[in-house]
């Protein structure tokens, strides 16, 4: 009698599950520039709403360490008016009220060693406090140019280990401004820490959507056999904004798009986009694959830079109906500036999966609206039996990953018109999160803090991968420093985009999808 085995079915109901509470050991979480807008807008939300889950180590401290003239009350007061404006989910005032009471406050400059000597002595003082030695995670949220400066002095008053628990640091972006600097700062960070007590940001890898790009590509047997040059025609990334720079003059100035989106986030999600499988879902398995994949990217040579990179500053304009200026018109901004706000490039692959096969990527602030948005587009299929049968409109199929808004999967299939003719148009098989997940989806900062805290680097970005990723930007971004001339096109705020960036997939017969 043959025997039917039922396949193991999931106790827990999968719609209504939430951020899963894995252990984590008790940790104090010294924050490093505390009062600054990201701090307030988003690390201080996401400690909130890990809390909220239950999520947070049963002992949790939080640090701040600002140039701020402020009492541990003030900080704390400022802690709550961020938490109640910024938080995703209206705060439970009990659980608010305990993360509070566990926030402490250490005012100063960052050059000035006393300030180190107080996190230490305020470390000590919780330890015998709560009779046990808390994991130390630092995290540098303050302007670049600390960086270096912050974890030297972490190393001369010996806070970067600890006996019997473990210290990390994590490290915001912009690691690092080219090449070079990169390497200069990982050469510093990496004087007093190990690599594996380092945790270099990139948000976008917490987000779930962007994690998912690994679970549809190595968990489903469908896409994957067409994942490759054979059937792919091209891929397009998208990472449209509607925002402006939001204030941010002095660090846009500096950065300008291909830095702040396409080295970091765009790059990023290429890399898990055109990546082997790994063999395991771990750290140095995962970066290793991605690694590989951006060391296939060849980067331009200066000269090849003008046919493979468009870039552009968003002009006056209307968005969401209202009146907006031009980047030169910003405050802070220079009347002449030649930042750009949107970057396209062409980049290609060099390896045996991709070769051929070109992957556009472009983004810009001041857009017709917020988009990120992955798309395969595959190739047509070789011969098609309705042309004579009034079919109108037939294109290849199209593997669309929505990041953001309204995130999901949507796959463009072909189908047949209902009715007495064999005729074709396009449809939409689509998966949408909201609708699949009842639950409201983390933001990508509690998911990270929560690996930090458990010291899974897996979302993190490794010294190596860092390297990479600029060496990758590095030919683009001293091409357009070298040309110091050529006027540097404008589109209106609220466009799709400027014109000149249609050339660059319109020389290879192929268009921009519609934003
Ligand atoms: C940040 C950039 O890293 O990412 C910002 O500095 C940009 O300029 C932001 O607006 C976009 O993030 P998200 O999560 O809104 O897509």
Redesign the pocket.
């Known amino acids: 009698m043959s025997v039917l085995v039922e396949p193991h079915l999931p106790t827990t109901n999968v719609l209504v599950e939430g951020l899963e509470r894995p252990p984590v050991q008790p940790t104090a979480l010294i924050v490093f520039g505390a009062t600054g807008d990201l701090s307030r807008r988003k690390l201080l939300p996401a400690v909130y709403n890990l809390a909220h889950d239950g999520a947070l180590p049963e002992r949790f401290e939080l640090v701040g360490v600002s140039r701020g003239e402020q009492t541990a009350a003030d900080f704390r007061a400022m802690a709550r008016e961020s938490i109640e404006r910024f938080s995703r989910r209206r705060p439970d005032p009990t659980v608010l009220e305990g993360l509070l009471a566990e926030m402490h406050y250490v005012p100063g400059e960052f050059d000035d060693d006393a300030v180190y000597r107080r996190v230490a002595a305020t470390l000590n003082e919780i330890d015998a406090e709560t009779g046990l030695l808390l994991n130390r995670m630092f995290y540098l949220s303050t302007a670049p140019q600390f960086f270096p400066l912050i974890c030297g002095k972490l190393g001369d008053v010996g806070l970067n280990r600890a006996e019997k628990a473990q210290t990390r640091i994590v490290i915001e ?1 912009p690691f690092g401004f080219d090449l070079a600097s990169a390497r200069r700062l990982n050469a510093k960070v990496l004087e007093v820490f190990e690599e594996s007590q380092v945790f270099r940001i990139d ?1 976008y890898l917490g987000k779930e959507t962007v994690q998912n790009v690994m679970a549809l590509r190595f968990a489903n047997t469908l896409f994957e056999p067409v994942w490759n040059r054979n059937y792919v025609d091209h891929v397009q990334i998208t990472v449209a ?1 509607a ?1 402006g720079i939001e204030g941010r003059a002095g660090y846009y100035e500096r950065a300008g798009a291909l830095r ?2 396409v080295q970091n ?1 765009m790059l990023q999600l290429l890399a898990l986009l055109a990546m082997e499988p790994a063999t395991a879902f771990e750290a140095n398995r995962v970066r290793d694959e991605k690694l590989k994949v951006l060391d296939a990217i060849v980067p331009p040579t200066v000269t090849d830079v003008p046919a493979m990179a468009v870039r552009a500053q968003y002009g006056p304009g209307v968005v969401g109906g209202l009146p907006v200026p031009g980047y030169r018109q910003e405050e802070g901004v220079a009347p002449d500036s030649r930042t750009e706000t949107y970057a396209a490039l062409r980049l290609r692959v060099s390896n045996w999966r991709w070769a051929g096969v070109p992957f556009y990527l472009r983004t810009g602030k001041r857009l017709a609206r917020k988009l ?1 948005e992955i798309a395969v587009q595959l190739k047509p299929v070789p011969h098609l039996p309705f042309q004579d049968t009034g079919s109108i409109g037939v294109q290849a199929n199209t593997i669309v990953i929505t990041i ?1 808004p309204d995130e999901g999967v949507s796959v463009k299939l072909e189908a047949k018109i209902p009715g007495t003719l064999m005729r074709l148009r396009p449809v939409n098989m689509e998966y949408r999160y909201g609708t699949a997940f009842l639950s409201q989806s983390p933001e990508s900062y509690e998911r990270l803090i929560l690996d930090a805290m458990r010291g899974d680097a897996t979302l993190f970005t490794r010294d190596d991968e860092i390297e990479a990723l600029w060496g990758i930007v590095d030919p683009v971004l001293a091409a357009w420093e070298a040309d110091a001339w050529s006027p540097i096109p404008q589109y209106p705020s609220g466009s799709k985009g400027p014109i000149e960036a249609n050339a660059l997939v319109e020389a290879d017969g192929r268009r921009w999808r519609r934003l």
């Open positions: 972006k948000h904004e925002i702040d989106l986030h990120t953001q």
